[in-house]
């Protein structure tokens, strides 16, 4: 029959869900506390050992075998050492059977609490490693209590934290409220694990399609990625494993049941599942459902796609205040610039004009490039030199004398009066000749006169003189 102690060892590690063997360690590192304080030395090497079985206490100290002791405590006699070594000589130490007949108060009270600080240490390491493995997973909760930024939850066997920055912005939490959670991460603290848990994370709804979808569970549809505005909308792009299955369709169930309990669960949500594809032009083109899309335009090398859609599709893919492009951007991983049709065509029609005047430059630079095989460079032929005459040959040679003659070639000068001749005489020319001359020979017959009367004035000429 099993002792009292054994049974109250029993219903412990049953309250604390424990294994029984850390509850036994536990409290014979308890025991070991409390015997030391009262029966043995402070710094004795001691050890406390339960059976299992019969719950007996036994308790083992370190001592020196000498010839005769004089501290018991610390000491044993070579006689004594012989029944627990038969080969014990003077000078070693060995682990003797020291358990006392009982134990203080005191030492009683020491045991307590270091038996509680220890369960409660094994506690917490059990729950660490627990929920340690669980991170990432959905699990179960009540709201127990709501502060300013934070949200406690109870897990059962300890208590989870959702921070503010992990809520979903439509939703208000109450006290014993049921809430489905992502682990996020578990922390070891000096008041034990804390467990950090959201309701906004992307890993929260795909685990969600993990427990409402089977092909999901099992893999034969994979889920490529997901993009997600918690309590708002979100898009997840889903592939299949094995030909002849429809991957959207077992998403989304019969009749929209599967997704719907999705939805109801995130608190009305919106979630369009969409096809992945190997193509980013037409994994793009689902992305951005339920817009109509013309024409996909991919640059590689900075990932960006340009996409044109008609102009009373394009409030509808940019989606309201941008989210819809915004998901899709997210779910792809590329920037998407969306344009309309009417836009595109006037851009292009703007960049024609320009692209033919680069071609021609193009064109204009290739002519005037210089070739790429230079001619060979050919050596002028020597001209045959004559010695240069001595200065004696120079002035001893005539004087040579050039007159310019006009060649025959050379045209003479003529002039437009030799060419034209005389102008022929109008009617009234001679009049007006006769009375010009007339004007002329009577000024200048005035003119004598005038002369005459200033060198008489003057006493160069005489009356008797003519002028």
Request: aromatic residues 4%; negative net charge.
């Amino acid at each position: 029959m099993k002792s009292d102690f054994l049974l109250a060892i029993t219903q412990l590690s049953a309250e604390k869900n424990l294994p029984k063997e850390v509850v036994l360690s536990a409290v014979e590192a308890a025991l070991v506390s409390a015997y030391r304080k009262d029966n043995f030395t402070p710094n004795q090497n001691i050890s406390v050992k339960i059976n299992p079985n019969s719950g007996r206490v036994e308790v083992w100290a370190e001592k020196t075998v000498v010839e005769r002791s004089s501290d018991s405590r610390l000491e044993i006699s070579s006689d004594e050492a012989c029944k627990f070594k038969s080969d014990a000589q003077i000078g070693d130490i060995i682990m003797v059977e020291a358990t006392p007949y009982n134990a203080g108060r005191i030492a009683a009270q020491t045991a307590k609490q270091v038996i509680l600080q220890r369960l409660h240490e094994a506690e917490h390491s059990a729950i660490l490693e627990e929920y340690t493995d669980k991170e990432e997973e959905v699990i179960t909760g009540l709201v127990q209590r709501i502060e300013p930024g934070q949200v406690f939850i109870d897990l059962g066997r300890t208590e989870a934290i959702l921070p503010a920055s992990e809520q979903m912005r439509n939703e208000r939490y109450r006290v014993g409220q049921r809430l489905k959670v992502c682990i996020l991460q578990v922390v070891r603290t000096t008041k034990g694990p804390r467990v950090v848990v959201s309701r906004s994370h992307p890993d929260l709804l795909r685990r969600l399609l993990e427990l409402e979808v089977p092909e999901v569970y099992n893999g034969t549809v994979e889920i490529k990625s997901i993009a997600r505005e918690a309590g708002y909308r979100s898009k997840v792009a889903v592939a299949a494993r094995q030909e002849g299955i429809d991957p959207v369709g077992c998403c989304v169930g019969l009749r929209g049941i599967r997704i719907q309990n999705i939805v109801n669960e995130q608190n009305g949500e919106k979630i369009d599942v969409i096809m992945w594809s190997p193509d980013t032009a037409t994994f793009i083109t689902n992305a951005l459902s339920p817009a109509q899309i013309l024409s996909v335009e991919l640059n590689e090398e900075e990932r960006i796609a340009t996409v044109v859609v008609p102009d009373k599709q394009l409030s509808l893919a940019i989606g309201k205040e941008g989210q819809n492009a915004r998901l899709a951007a997210k779910l792809t991983g590329w920037r998407i610039d969306i344009k309309s049709a009417s836009v595109a065509e006037a851009e292009k029609a703007e960049a024609k004009p320009i692209a033919e005047a680069e071609a021609k430059e193009e064109e204009a630079v290739v002519a005037e490039e210089p070739l790429a095989e230079m001619p060979a460079i050919l050596e002028p032929t020597p001209v045959p030199t004559e010695p240069s005459p001595t200065p004696e040959e120079v002035f001893a040679q005539p004087p040579v004398f050039f007159t310019p003659e006009l060649t025959k070639d050379k045209p003479e000068l003529r002039f437009a009066e030799d060419i034209l001749g005389p102008k022929p005489d109008k009617p009234g020319d001679k009049a007006k000749k006769k009375k010009r001359k007339s004007a002329s020979s009577k000024e200048s017959a005035e003119d004598g006169i005038k002369l005459k009367k200033r060198r008489l004035d003057s006493g160069l000429l005489d009356e008797d003189e003519e002028y």
